[in-house]
């Protein structure tokens, strides 16, 4: 059973573009969580997902971020218009039930978004 | 409001004890915990307490919470040079919209020296 799989690794777009995040959580996980980190900072909470349902998104920036968790296929978090301040690692976690404390989140390797 | 503090930095010997402080503001958390990141990996979950709970020690971790205080420890006997990483320590926010986000503190690199 592959862990969470986020892709790309790392991502470069130019200021303006478009940035698509992927997250495939764990086999038989249904919740997603995406969370950023800013550099030297810790992570902080941007979106919570179900399958095709957006449950939390206090997060988010209220412009140009969006997420998507459909019913075939990864977790997409888009990033419109991209300024040097999204610059960051995304990170996403997956949980077979409601996530934590009940059950343990599995995090992804990242991606690391650089905008120059 | 929602906020969890660590120290920035922690330098121990290899063999030593590394103890690894943590504040949080919330009083409703139910529960705490603490996560591993390594250079360019995602984060690792090491232990967690729950809320009605001191203590709990599993092998070389020992978590510490004082509850009226509102700080948490983490201590890792016996510090090997794969320990070093940044520590985070993080609550889950039970209030507003979803449960079960974590809100995590701005972690602490702890270094290991041979």
């Known amino acids: 059973n592959a862990g969470v799989m986020q892709n790309p690794r790392h991502l470069v777009r130019r200021r303006g573009q478009e940035a698509r995040l992927r997250c495939s959580p764990m086999?038989?996980?249904?919740?997603v969580y995406w969370y950023r980190q800013l550099p030297e900072e810790g992570l902080k909470f941007m979106v919570y997902?179900?399958?095709?349902?957006?449950?939390?998104e206090s997060g988010m920036p209220k412009e140009r971020f969006s997420a998507e968790f459909p019913k075939e296929g990864p977790s997409i978090l888009r990033i419109q218009q991209v300024v040097r301040g999204d610059s960051a690692a995304y990170f996403c976690?997956?949980?077979?039930?409601?996530?934590?404390?009940?059950?343990?989140?599995?995090f992804g390797q990242g991606t690391r978004l650089t905008v120059v | 409001g929602e906020d969890v503090e660590q120290s920035l930095f922690l330098s121990v010997r290899e063999g030593d004890s590394s103890v690894i402080n943590c504040t949080y503001t919330?009083?409703?958390?139910?529960?705490l915990y603490w996560y591993k990141q390594e250079p360019g990996a995602g984060l690792q979950l090491l232990t967690y307490?729950?809320?009605?709970?001191d203590m709990k020690q599993d092998q070389r971790l020992t978590v510490l919470l004082n509850k009226k205080d509102k700080h948490l420890s983490l201590r890792i006997a016996d510090t090997q040079t794969g320990d070093s990483a940044i520590y985070f320590c993080?609550?889950?926010?039970?209030?507003?919209?979803?449960?079960?986000?974590?809100?995590f503190g701005t972690g602490t690199l702890l270094a290991v020296q041979p």
């Open positions: 919330d009083s409703s958390s139910t529960y």
């Open positions: 976690a997956s949980s077979p039930l409601f996530g934590p404390p009940d059950t343990e989140a599995f």
């Open positions: 997902l179900q399958k095709e349902n957006i449950i939390d």
């Open positions: 993080a609550e889950t926010a039970k209030r507003g919209g979803a449960t079960n986000k974590l809100i």
């Open positions: 307490i729950f809320s009605n709970m």
């Open positions: 086999k038989g996980h249904s919740h």
